[in-house]
């Protein structure tokens, strides 16, 4: 069992814990509140032909993964060519395309075997759904209705990474947020970023676009990790966590509530962080095999928390870089970038156990559905195995083609996005 939380903290776990989805909406990415975790009870573990509702083409190329929000299912795209961005809205009942905008672009720099043009994951709020084009010269932010109808844009500017953009907006509370964070130089000619604000996290109005607030950020490594909200004491938290540590920001305001700061090596965040009762879990890495794995245990200070390292993990290679954590009772799981699935005690960090799963490598995140874990790999099998303390593998099914991106899980359907096609598994 977890440590016993003081009283003053019992508002913070239940938060925590209310954001797994009760079979609703699936507005962001790794669905409510960045959790990746689903109470529905009607996912099929192991599927046929006839468990696959609809199978529907996706034009262009990207690894942005699908959202759901009021029976609609948007995800963003890129031309082959490069020569256009696209968010595409279908009918989450019938797969059917219901409306597709799209803006000019250009193809440049990124990193092929990771990345793609169109790697940022849309989010919704029920009424309107924001997404972040990465036109090739600025990273945009574009806001449309239901119908399709086009709202607002704001531009964050010039973006410089070695491997591309990729972040993903959240909305929260009427409020939108993006991270627009950037390589500090060119890796390759070690110029400086030209921009004189090449981190900057950014909160706007989500119905009008108007700058909230911003917060410049000192930049080292182009991050792509999303935030996410714990409300205690009345007060609203935005968790962010990049390079330099992990900093919680007051929602309304962006005064800065707290901060933790990585010790040893600065390295990249791409998963995003979880967090379970009273404990933070963070992640980070880098294409070298690095790691760097941090479970905090988030204390109180007036209305606002405080955070302190329980335990670290930081030379096991066996932790994931890109695919995110999920936490579950008194347990992590993990499933790390060469296809490992791991079990991890959450208040030690000590491995219960580890197995792999297939042959193919891994840069989806896995996600929990009614107690078990569904984790899509690169050469198109999703695994279903147990969370559980004793390891147990349920099923592995074949979609055929490649899975990049994290799956949505929402009202009785299972959407995942391979490289070519969008698939949705329901018993329905």
């Given at each position: ?55 529907v083409?996706?034009p262009?190329?990207?690894?942005g993964?699908?959202?759901v929000?009021?029976?609609?299912v ?16 279908l ?32 989010a ?11 036109t ?38 009427g409020?939108?947020?993006?991270l ?7 890796m ?93 879990f ?11 794995f ?35 009772n008194?347990?992590?799981?993990t ?8 079990c ?27 107690g ?7 050469v ?38 391979g490289r ?9």
């Amino acid at each position: 069992m977890l440590p016993r939380l003081p009283a003053r903290l019992a508002i913070l776990s239940l938060v925590v814990l209310a954001s797994a989805s009760p079979a609703g909406d699936w507005p962001r990415f790794r669905g409510p509140n960045g959790s990746g975790v689903s109470d529905d009870k009607n996912i099929p573990v192991q599927w046929t032909p006839k468990d696959v509702a609809w199978k529907v083409p996706i034009p262009g190329l990207g690894n942005g993964s699908p959202i759901v929000s009021k029976g609609r299912v948007f995800v963003h795209t890129a031309a082959a060519d490069g020569g256009t961005r696209s968010l595409i809205c279908l009918d989450a009942a019938t797969g059917k395309t219901l409306w597709t905008k799209s803006v000019p672009a250009k193809k440049v720099h990124f990193n092929p075997s990771y990345n793609t043009l169109a790697s940022s994951t849309p989010a919704a709020d029920g009424e309107h759904v924001y997404v972040a084009f990465w036109t090739g010269n600025n990273v945009e932010l574009f806001a449309y209705d239901f119908e399709g109808t086009f709202l607002w844009k704001h531009d964050f500017g010039g973006f410089l990474s070695q491997h591309g953009a990729g972040a993903s907006p959240v909305v929260y509370d009427g409020k939108v947020l993006l991270l627009h964070d950037q390589d500090a130089e060119d890796m390759k000619t070690k110029k400086k970023n030209p921009s004189s604000r090449p981190s900057v996290l950014v909160c706007l109005d989500a119905a009008k676009g108007t700058v909230l607030w911003e917060k410049e950020r000192p930049a080292v490594r182009a991050c792509y990790s999303s935030p996410f909200v714990l409300e205690k004491g009345g007060k609203k938290e935005l968790i962010l966590t990049t390079t330099p540590g992990v900093v919680a920001y007051d929602l309304a305001t962006g005064a800065e509530l707290w901060h933790y700061d990585w010790s040893g090596n600065k390295l990249r965040t791409v998963a995003s962080s979880v967090a379970s009762g009273e404990m933070l879990f963070v992640a980070g890495g880098d294409g070298s095999g690095l790691r760097h794995f941090v479970a905090l245990r988030l204390g109180e200070k007036g209305n606002a928390s405080t955070a302190e390292k329980v335990w670290d993990n930081k030379r096991n290679k066996n932790m994931p870089y890109v695919p995110c954590v999920l936490a579950h009772n008194d347990h992590l799981y993990t499933v790390n970038d060469e296809g490992y699935v791991s079990c991890l005690e959450a208040r030690t960090g000590k491995e219960v156990w580890k197995e792999r799963l297939g042959s193919g490598q891994v840069s989806a995140s896995p996600v929990l559905i009614d107690g078990k874990i569904y984790a899509p790999d690169l050469v198109g099998k999703v695994h279903v195995v147990e969370a559980s303390p004793t390891y147990k593998k349920l099923a592995e099914n074949d979609l055929g083609e490649s899975v990049s991106a994290t799956p949505a899980v929402a009202d009785g359907r299972l959407i995942i996005r391979g490289r070519n096609h969008l698939f949705c598994v329901s018993r329905k």
